[in-house]
C-alpha cells in the first residue's frame, strides 16, 4: 500500500519536473515588445479570480493563481492559497481568467486587391495576440518566408505575438492564384515538404486541386519527419484523405466533395458543387454517419472556421474589428457586406446553419474538433476580433460555453501537441492566459472583454496592440 503511494507521489513529482523542463523559458524581451506589455514582475498573483480551466470543468469562483518565471505555479482557493512574499497582486473580483486561445486556421495575409493577397504579418501577429490567441498555427502560406520569420521573431522576443506553429507554402495543383506554386507530381511534392521543413516549417497545408498521389507523397514525407498535413480540399474527399493518412481537415465540411454523384478522381468539380450536396445534406442519414466514422476511426482532426462563413452569409452581424483596416480595405469589405445582404438566394442561408449543425455532430460523435478563424474570403474576418467571434459562434453552433472554449484552447492544443504545455490552466504549465472582465461560462460574448493577455507571465495590454495597427491593417 505505502510503496505504491509513494510511487503515484514520485510519479506525480516527476511529472511535474518534467513537464517544467520541457516548457521554453521565456525569451528576454526587445524594446519593441515591451512597448505593449502592461504586467510583468517575477512573480505575479492573480487572487479573487473565476478559474475557467480549459478541460471543460466548472468554472472555480475566488481563487488564487501564481505565475512565476513563465509558469503557473500555484492555483488554489483565496481562502487557503497563502500569497508568496513580493508578488504583484492583482484583483480580479468580478473577473474571470481562460487559458490563452489555440488557433489552427490563422494566416499573416489578407484579401488585399483582385486576386492579391497582402503580406501582414507584422500587423496581424500583434492582432492576433490582442484578442488572446497565446498559440496558433497559420493554415497555408502565400507569404514564403514570413511565416518563418515571424515565428522565430517572436520566439526570440524580437516581436510581439503569438507562439506560431508555422505553415509551409500551400500544396496544390494546377490553381488560378498568382500567390501560389503548381505541383508537378507526387516526387515534386515530397521534395517541397523536404525543402519547406528543413527551413523550418513545422506544419503543411494542402488544397483544392491536389491530386491523391501528391497526397500521399506529400503525408508520407512529412509523417517521416513528425509533421503533420491538414487540407482544405476538393480534387480528394475527405474519406480518400483520410485514407490516406491525413491528420486534419479545414472548414468543417464545408470543403467535402465526397457526396457528389459524378465526381471524378483528382478533380475539383467545383467548391459550389459540393457546398450543394452539404446543404442539402442528412446529419442523421448513413451516408454522413459513415463519413463522421471514418475520421474518427482514422484520427482525423475537424477545423471549424464559422467566421470566414458567416461572411458569406446574409443576415449576419457586421464582423467586429474593422476599424483596423485601411480605409480602402474598409470601404471594400463594407461593399461586399452590402451586396451578401442583398443576396436573396444565397446557398450560405441553408448551408450555414446546416454546417454548424454537422461540425457538432461530429464533435458528439467523439470527434476532435479544433477552431480557426481564416481571414480570407471577402474580407472582414480580423485577426484577433475574430478568434472570439469564432468562440461565440461555436456557441450558436450548440456547444456551451465551457465546450467552446474548449475547443478553441485545450483541443488545439491537443492536435499540435502542445498540450503538455499550453491549452489548459494547470499547475506546471506555460502561464498563457485571458483575464477577461465578465464571466464567458455564463455569456460567451464576456470573450470580447479581454483586459490583459499573459503570455509566458508576461501581460499585454490588449488596447495598446490594437492602437497600434489601427486604419493600417492592410499596409504592413
Ligand atoms: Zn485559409
Not at 63 to 84: E, K, W, Y
Not at 106 to 112: A, D, N, R
Request: proline share 6%; hydrophobic share 40%.
Amino acid at each position: 500500500m505505502h510503496g505504491i503511494i509513494s510511487q503515484l507521489v514520485y510519479v506525480a513529482t516527476f511529472g511535474v519536473l518534467a513537464m517544467q523542463a520541457s516548457a521554453p523559458q521565456p525569451p528576454p524581451l526587445s524594446p519593441a515588445v515591451r512597448a505593449y506589455v502592461s504586467v510583468d514582475a517575477p512573480v505575479t498573483a492573480l487572487t479573487h479570480a473565476r478559474v475557467i480551466d480549459g478541460t471543460g470543468a466548472a468554472p472555480r469562483e475566488d481563487q488564487t493563481l501564481v505565475m512565476r518565471d513563465g509558469r503557473i505555479v500555484t492555483m488554489g482557493n483565496f481562502a487557503t492559497t497563502p500569497l508568496p512574499e513580493g508578488a504583484h497582486v492583482i484583483d480580479l473580483t468580478g473577473k474571470s481568467v481562460i487559458p490563452g486561445l489555440v488557433m489552427v486556421h490563422e494566416h499573416l495575409y489578407y484579401p488585399s486587391g483582385p486576386g492579391v493577397y497582402g503580406q501582414l504579418g507584422e500587423s496581424f501577429s500583434r492582432l492576433y495576440l490582442s484578442g488572446g490567441v497565446t498559440t496558433m498555427r497559420t493554415g497555408g502560406n502565400v507569404n514564403g518566408f514570413m511565416d518563418l520569420n515571424m515565428m522565430r521573431l517572436i520566439e526570440a522576443g524580437q516581436k510581439p505575438g503569438p507562439a506560431i506553429d508555422a505553415t509551409a507554402p500551400y500544396l496544390n495543383g494546377p490553381n488560378s492564384f498568382i500567390q501560389m506554386r503548381t505541383l508537378k507530381g507526387p516526387e515534386d511534392a515530397r521534395r517541397q515538404v523536404q525543402y519547406w521543413t528543413d527551413e523550418g516549417a513545422t506544419s503543411l497545408k494542402t488544397y483544392m486541386q491536389i491530386t491523391r498521389g501528391e497526397l500521399a507523397a506529400a503525408i508520407n514525407e512529412a509523417h517521416r519527419r513528425g509533421i503533420k498535413v491538414t487540407g482544405h480540399l476538393c480534387s480528394v474527399t475527405y474519406a480518400e484523405a483520410a485514407g490516406l493518412g491525413i491528420d486534419n481537415l479545414e472548414h468543417g465540411f464545408f470543403a467535402a466533395t465526397d457526396f457528389v454523384s459524378d465526381k471524378k478522381r483528382d478533380q475539383c468539380p467545383g467548391q459550389g458543387v459540393g457546398q450543394k450536396t452539404i446543404a442539402a445534406l442528412d446529419e442523421n442519414g448513413a451516408p454522413f454517419k459513415a463519413l463522421v466514422k471514418t475520421l474518427i476511426d482514422k484520427r482525423v482532426a475537424l477545423t471549424s472556421t464559422l467566421t470566414v462563413f458567416e461572411t458569406f452569409t446574409p443576415g449576419r452581424a457586421k464582423p467586429p474589428g474593422l476599424e483596423v483596416l485601411t480605409p480602402q480595405l474598409r470601404e471594400q469589405f463594407e461593399q461586399n457586406y452590402e451586396r451578401t445582404s442583398q443576396n436573396k438566394d444565397s446557398i450560405y442561408t441553408t448551408l450555414f446553419p446546416k454546417a454548424m449543425t454537422l461540425e457538432r455532430a461530429f464533435a458528439r460523435a467523439g470527434g476532435l474538433l479544433i477552431a480557426g478563424t481564416d481571414p480570407t474570403g471577402g474580407g472582414g474576418v480580423i485577426p484577433g476580433f475574430a478568434n472570439q467571434r469564432q468562440v461565440e459562434l461555436l456557441v450558436d453552433a450548440g456547444f456551451t460555453p465551457l465546450e467552446a472554449i474548449s475547443i478553441a484552447t485545450l483541443n488545439g492544443a491537443t492536435y499540435l501537441r502542445r498540450d503538455k504545455t499550453v491549452g489548459s490552466l494547470a499547475i506546471g504549465k506555460q502561464a498563457d492566459l485571458i483575464v477577461i472582465n465578465g464571466n464567458p461560462a455564463a455569456t460567451i460574448a464576456d470573450i470580447r472583454k479581454v483586459e490583459t493577455v499573459f503570455k509566458q507571465g508576461v501581460g499585454y495590454d490588449p488596447a495598446k496592440l490594437i492602437d497600434s495597427v489601427k486604419g493600417k491593417a492592410g499596409i504592413w
